[in-house]
């Protein structure tokens, strides 16, 4: 039999461990395209053209850095390096998706630790870098609408390794958790979501959405997809063992497509957000069950953050120059408080 002093010890060290392997989770965040963290709040303003961090206590702005290929030309999204000491802001051009005359070519690079810009990456001749995602080795793939490419960049190296033809204007792309496929949503241009096998780095299918798509997601168990229907106020949901819709869920209280679809960075919720100011909060293990409604959330909602605790999330008021903070176990608006001009994206590491 162990002695009291044994076991007290035993009880020490194994809570000592869980403690590491809770922050290990959290520093490494294995949903890596749904991030969050400790340390700060990076928000996209692209109605301003700026970068802005907060103080994640005071929701006070503590820097801001103008992002620019020229005059006008405004940043739209964004991805954080796994080890979240970087994140990456495609600097998209002055207009948007169907109408953005002078396109941007550039991915700027900031540094999380000193919350400052330090370079950028120049994605020439390839114009309108838009959706942005991040694999476990700090690899990027960004979609280039107007080119009608996804390019897998080495941010280290600045370079591009691959451009890939996804057939249509490709604005929101889905990586998979293992890095094999990624899925493009064509928006209007083009009826289905291009499938991308990126070990070969080339195209190799197409999932029929004749209604069009806005915004498209992976689950962290890399089994399905999720796409918002641009038309319909529907979800489908595609199944990645051979690249079919499985079924489909409709948003409760909307009548108009969606626009963004999200998993937060545990997997238990999905939220999907429409510029009305509607958010549906899913259950991702049972989406045909009863959802949460927030009506009023802000105007022309765009991104989500998740706070590191799994309490709330933020979503970007593009309408308004807000920021609007949601409970998330009562569905309820908790405070709002001002952000920039119009963020689209934003995240917290």
């Known amino acids: 039999m162990k002695s009291p002093e044994c076991v007290s ?10 403690s590491v392997a809770s922050t290990s989770v959290l520093a490494g965040n294995a949903n890596l395209n749904s991030p969050t963290g400790t340390h700060g709040l990076i928000m996209v303003d692209k109605v301003g053209g700026f970068v802005r961090f907060f103080d994640i206590s005071t929701d006070k702005e503590l820097a801001a850095f103008e992002t620019s290929d020229g005059p006008g030309i405004k940043p739209h999204e964004l991805a954080i390096s796994p080890d979240h000491k970087t994140a990456y802001v495609a600097i998209y051009g002055d207009g948007v998706y169907g109408n953005n005359p002078h396109p941007g070519h550039s991915i700027a690079i900031f540094d999380l ?5 330090t370079g950028m990456i120049n994605v020439s001749p390839y114009i309108a870098p838009h959706g942005l995602q991040i694999d476990e080795h700090g690899r990027l793939y960004v979609a280039c609408d107007l080119s009608r490419k996804v390019l897998v960049i080495d941010p280290k190296k600045r370079s591009i390794e691959a451009a890939i033809d996804v057939e249509g204007t490709g604005h929101w792309i889905a990586l998979l958790p293992n890095s094999k496929k990624l899925y493009v949503a064509n928006k209007t241009d083009k009826p289905f979501v291009s499938v991308v096998d990126l ?7 197409k999932i029929p959405m004749p209604g069009g798509m806005q915004g498209i997601v ?3 168990d890399g089994k399905t997809v999720l796409v918002a229907d641009f038309s319909t106020p529907y979800i489908h949901i595609i199944s990645t063992a051979d690249d079919t819709e499985i079924d489909k869920v409709q948003a409760d209280g909307e009548q108009k497509g969606l626009y963004k679809v999200f998993f937060t960075p545990d997997g238990r919720r999905v939220l999907s957000c ?16 009863p959802q949460h409604v927030v009506k009023s959330a802000g105007t022309a909602l765009m991104g989500f953050a998740f706070t590191p605790d799994g309490k709330f999330a933020l979503v970007g008021n593009h309408g308004q120059g807000t920021v609007t903070r949601i409970d998330l176990a009562s569905a309820t608006v908790v405070n709002t408080f ?3 001009k119009g963020v689209e994206t934003l995240a917290y590491y």
Do not use: C, W, Y
């Open 199 to 205: 070990k070969e780095r080339r195209m190799v299918g």
């Open 218 to 220: 992976a689950a962290p």
């Open 9 to 18: 010890l035993f009880m020490v060290f194994a809570t000592l461990a869980l």
């Open 338 to 340: 001002l952000a920039g």
């Open 274 to 289: 429409q510029p009305d100011g509607q958010v549906n909060i899913f259950d991702a293990t049972n989406l045909h069950a």
């Open 113 to 117: 630790t000193s919350q400052k810009m």
